[in-house]
């Protein structure tokens, strides 16, 4: 299978725990994006990559939150002093771009399930 | 202000009627570009198409329809004769083309769920 693939699919940690999330691409897709989806709502976009570059992580929830793609393939999520209202799904998506458009489509992962108890 | 309305939260039909969910998108930018997805129950974003803010033809595909609207912001989805297999939640997405290299944004409506009644 040559989809986004996400590990782990879920993750429960307690209060406080540092959490750490990967997420693979597809492996011609040069842009990498992370979003995170609560219950009823649509995916809220995080932070993306082109390559190795992290371009836009204004977004990114606080900063507990942060992001590496350290070569450009795969990515990690990493959250740190876990609140329970970080209990989501943490998505990731890619996607081919060239140049400096933001017109291809997203490929989705199935997202990874964090619950903080 | 929400960039990307989606105000129909949850809509139910009956098999083979037809149906359409609503998008309405805010933006400064003259160069944007609009999504819908698919999350069926196995919870998976599907991409379903993509409309550059030049295009404003209507497309159609299959049982899918879009039209697109600059004057009213909106790009709207029909389903035809809709099947169960339909069922799912619809989001509409909005990507803003802010700079080149810095700033691409990214939004989603709240999702529209669509239960086809057999």
């Known amino acids: 299978d040559t989809g986004v693939s996400q590990n782990p699919r879920h993750k429960i940690t307690k209060r406080g725990q540092n959490v750490t999330f990967r997420c693979d691409p597809i492996?011609?897709?040069?842009?990498l994006y992370w979003y995170r989806q609560t219950l009823g709502q649509g995916p809220e976009f995080l932070t993306y990559f082109q390559n190795e570059a992290q371009l836009e992580k204004s977004r990114l929830l606080s900063d507990r939150f942060s992001a590496e793609r350290p070569k450009g393939s795969f990515s990690t999520l990493e959250i740190q002093r876990t609140e329970q209202g970080d209990s989501a799904m943490y998505l990731c998506a890619s996607s081919f771009t060239f140049g400096g458009s933001s017109y291809n489509e997203q490929f989705f992962g199935p997202g990874t399930r964090l619950t903080v108890l | 202000a929400q960039k990307v309305t989606q105000a129909q939260t949850e809509i139910s039909v009956v098999e083979k009627e037809d149906v359409t969910l609503d998008c309405v998108y805010e933006t400064r930018d003259t160069t944007y570009y609009l999504f819908w997805y698919k999350q069926p129950p196995s919870g998976e974003l599907v991409f379903l198409i993509r409309?550059?803010?030049?295009?404003?033809q209507n497309e159609i595909s299959g049982r899918y329809s879009w039209n697109f609207q600059k004057s009213t912001s909106s790009f709207n989805f029909t389903i035809t004769a809709s099947q169960v297999v339909d069922s799912a939640v619809y989001f509409c997405a909005l990507s803003e083309a802010v700079g080149s290299y810095t700033g691409n944004q990214f939004y989603f409506g709240t999702g529209t769920s669509l239960t086809v009644i057999p």
């Open positions: 492996s011609e897709h040069n842009r």
């Open positions: 409309r550059n803010s030049f295009d404003e």
